[in-house]
């Protein structure tokens, strides 16, 4: 059997969704590596994605490289100068001295500054949570230990908030 009639005989074969995806991303890499100007590339995403056999998969990636491009698509200026993500242990520094700021605002104020601690005293404890269940390998153990006793410091501050959040409405309805 000759390959044109192999060709011929695939190219009556329904496509599948994942083939159609796949030639969508195809199309996608030659758009980014220059094969493509956008109206070419949106005329022949919306061939691929109404297409119902192989054959016509295979004309909307009609005059292109098979089967990816050569050479990967240079990453644009947005993406290579993308900001590092915050290091843990600053994290784990910020909910520490949120959950003690907190903590020591409720008490000195006898719980009249709860609108203020409440916000500070949940946020340290949802930093202080969050970084001390990171991956064991992302973080090291002294940042754990910050990060555990600002999420500790984070709960009884926001314990004695909602306290004396409870004192002050049951005040308002006795009135």
């Not at 269940?133 to 501050?157: H, M, P, T």
Request: with cysteine; net charge neutral; glycine share 8%.
């Amino acid at each position: 059997m000759t390959t044109a009639a192999l060709t011929d005989q695939t190219a009556a074969i329904r496509a599948s969704d994942a083939d159609r995806e796949k030639a969508l991303a195809l199309l996608r890499d030659h758009w980014l590596a220059g094969r493509l100007t956008l109206e070419e590339y949106e005329e022949r995403c919306e061939e691929a994605s109404a297409a119902r056999f192989l054959g016509d998969l295979r004309r909307s990636l009609r005059e292109l490289p098979d089967p990816r491009p050569e050479h990967p698509p240079v990453a644009t200026a947005a993406h290579t100068h993308a900001k590092p993500p915050p290091a843990p242990q600053s994290g784990a520094v910020l909910a520490l001295v949120l959950g003690a700021t907190s903590l020591l605002g409720i008490v000195i104020s006898f719980g009249f500054l709860f609108l203020l601690t409440l916000p500070a005293s949940t946020w340290a404890w949802s930093l202080g949570r969050r970084i001390r269940r990171a991956e064991s390998g992302a973080v090291r153990a002294d940042v754990r230990v910050l990060a555990a006793i600002g999420e500790g410091l984070g709960i009884v501050a926001t314990m004695l908030g909602c306290l004396a959040l409870t004192a002050c409405a049951v005040i308002v309805g006795a009135l």
